[in-house]
DNA sequence: AGATTAGTTCGACCACGATCGTACTACGAT
DNA sequence: ATCGTAGTACGATCGTGGTCGAACTAATCT
């Protein structure tokens, strides 16, 4: 295969994302879990490498829900799916938000 | 009765809050829009002026969910009862989240 | 006291979603 | 080609929560 080969996911573009699905997305434990860990991550990392309380399936699900709501963006890369927060479309359509999120201790 | 009569209801103080109660609060369209209309009144509003698309039981039940989330605070002044947002709390613990999902348009 | 108004509580109903196991697809390596 | 690995899709189960109506509480007013 080709080394360019690299799909993304499909998910809304940033005029389509709504604050209330947003916000019910990171309101799930687990999700938020997800988040935390896509945020010391820049570049991304694969779904698969997050250790999580919840089997694959679920994790699977998990993951779609918040790329629907447009908080996280995945691509392919062989058989690994690298997933990276969205954080330039959330800051611009919710500045700080995002800050006030990760920067919680409970 | 005593000019000074008036009661907060039960709430979780600011150390008690939990981040993924509060967005799980805040992720639930009616709960918004009562956050929204609260915005909008520093000092507080009554929980029957607030126009809703649903009936006063259900309106109360999403009061009180806010409430336990520690999103709003609510007092009592005679037959009514006055809610407002616990802005400095939130900004407190969360610096920058309520800004962000107020400033939201969608 | 009785009536009115503001709001809650309770019980029921129903829809949604978190979870899991199993089956499946896609890619890479041997 | 076959096997192993990463991850998804589907179907089922089950708990949670949004909704309502009806009954209730508490304060105000006449």
């Known amino acids: 295969m080709d080394a360019t080969d690299s799909k993304v996911l499909p998910q809304p573009d940033r005029a389509e994302i709504r604050v209330d ?5 990171l309101g799930e ?3 938020l879990q997800i988040v ?3 945020a010391t991550a820049p570049e991304g990392i694969a779904c698969g490498e997050i250790e999580l309380p919840v089997t694959a399936s679920t994790r699977a699900h998990h993951l779609r829900t918040l ?3 447009g908080v996280i963006t995945t691509h392919t890369e062989g058989t690994r799916r690298i997933s990276a927060l969205r954080r330039e479309d959330l800051d611009k359509l919710y500045p700080g938000l995002l800050t006030g999120v990760l ?3 409970r």
């Open 103 to 105: 920067s919680a201790e």
């Open 67 to 69: 790329r629907e709501a």
């Open 21 to 25: 699905v947003v916000l019910q997305a």
């Open 36 to 38: 935390r860990a896509l």
């Open 29 to 31: 434990p687990v999700r």
